[in-house]
């Protein structure tokens, strides 16, 4: 089935397409996660241009964002005060992002630098959860308990002025705290084409001091309007997303996620973690290597 991509300029088989979308969908709906930073990686392995998987990962995301926001809308799971402050920063830190893509793509570096943030940010967060997941496996088999977390905002952000009051999330701190955050996520929103939820849940947890039953719900909301924002951005300024390629994904995203979701209920959450950061270490391993390799042919011929 094969299907073709206008901005991508190449054809694709559709199936395998929508099966990356399923994959991304079914680590969704089992780890809680947007799913969008494996999906880059994925398409760029299948041979996908890195410029075209990072903008059109990013209306994948927008899609994927939108029942996410409304569940737990519903169950009052979001703070729109806090969430408006990061979503602004997000527009901002869009606009900041265009201009680093387009000048990177200007230098012929875009795919180099695209492929050496997943490489770090994989790498870093992989990492990072198998500690945390090895740590809590050995917890429960000694039966000692790991010392619970006490919820407090980190004391640079102590040391921000201009404090708000955020009720939904129990918070006296500045704006300015949130409102940084969210433009360093709407750059990575950009340059990646990721939704920035794996970076931005942590960060609202424990640098916000963010109260834990409403950081999913606001980081959605965020998500949300900032890979819009990145997506209008894309199509006016890099022209790199491709419609065609976002919607096999979201179709593959979609029947991923509602498998994963019913997996997840059946296995350990903590075992789960674990898995996840071992696929994430080895997918942020398989772009290393490929930074380091060389190919058979060094030149290529791309029509201007």
Same mark, same amino acid.
Not at 210 to 232: D, E, K, R
Not at 236 to 255: E, Q, R, Y
């Given at each position: ?12 088989? =559709?199936?395998? +397409?929508?099966?990356? &979308?399923?994959?991304? &969908?079914?680590?969704? !709906?089992?780890? !809680?996660? =947007? ?5 880059? /990686?994925?398409? +760029? ?43 602004? &920063?997000?527009? $901002?830190?869009?606009? $900041? ?12 570096? +875009? ?34 308990? $790991? ?34 955050? =969210? $433009? ?5 929103? *950009? ?5 920035? =939820?794996? +970076? ?27 890979? *819009? ?39 350990? /959450? ?19 290597? !490929? ?14």
């Amino acid at each position: 089935m094969d299907v073709y991509l206008p901005i991508a300029n190449l054809s694709v088989n =559709g199936l395998i +397409i929508v099966g990356l &979308g399923a994959i991304t &969908g079914l680590l969704s !709906g089992m780890f !809680g996660v =947007g799913g969008g930073f494996l999906t880059t /990686p994925l398409m +760029i392995f299948y041979g996908i241009p890195p410029t075209v998987a990072a903008a059109s990962a990013a209306s994948q995301v927008t899609g994927a964002s939108v029942s996410g926001v409304f569940a737990h809308t519903r169950r009052g799971g979001v703070d729109y005060h806090m969430g408006g402050v990061m979503v602004a &920063g997000g527009i $901002i830190g869009t606009g $900041i992002g265009a201009g680093l893509f387009s000048l990177l793509q200007r230098l012929g570096q +875009i795919d180099t630098v695209i492929n050496i943030l997943y490489v770090l940010m994989l790498g870093s967060i992989g990492g990072l959860m198998a500690k945390e997941s090895i740590q809590t496996i050995r917890a429960e088999r000694s039966g000692v308990p $790991i010392a619970a977390r006490k919820r407090r905002h980190h004391p640079m952000v102590a040391s921000l002025p201009l404090r708000w009051r955020f009720y939904r999330s129990g918070l006296y701190i500045s704006p300015l705290a949130p409102l940084l955050l =969210g $433009i360093g996520t709407g750059i990575l929103t *950009m340059l990646m084409g990721v939704g920035g =939820g794996f +970076i931005l849940v942590p960060a609202m947890l424990y640098i916000l001091g963010m109260s834990a039953n409403v950081v999913v719900g606001t980081s959605l909301f965020q998500i949300l309007f900032v890979t *819009m924002a990145t997506t209008m951005m894309h199509s006016m300024t890099t022209h790199a997303v491709d419609i065609v390629l976002a919607s096999l994904l979201l179709l593959g995203s979609v029947t991923g996620a509602q498998l994963g979701a019913q997996f997840a209920q059946k296995a350990s /959450p903590v075992k789960l973690r674990l898995v996840l950061a071992i696929i994430v270490l080895l997918v942020a391993g398989r772009m290393a290597i !490929g930074l380091g390799y060389r190919p058979d042919e060094i030149y290529t011929v791309a029509p201007l």
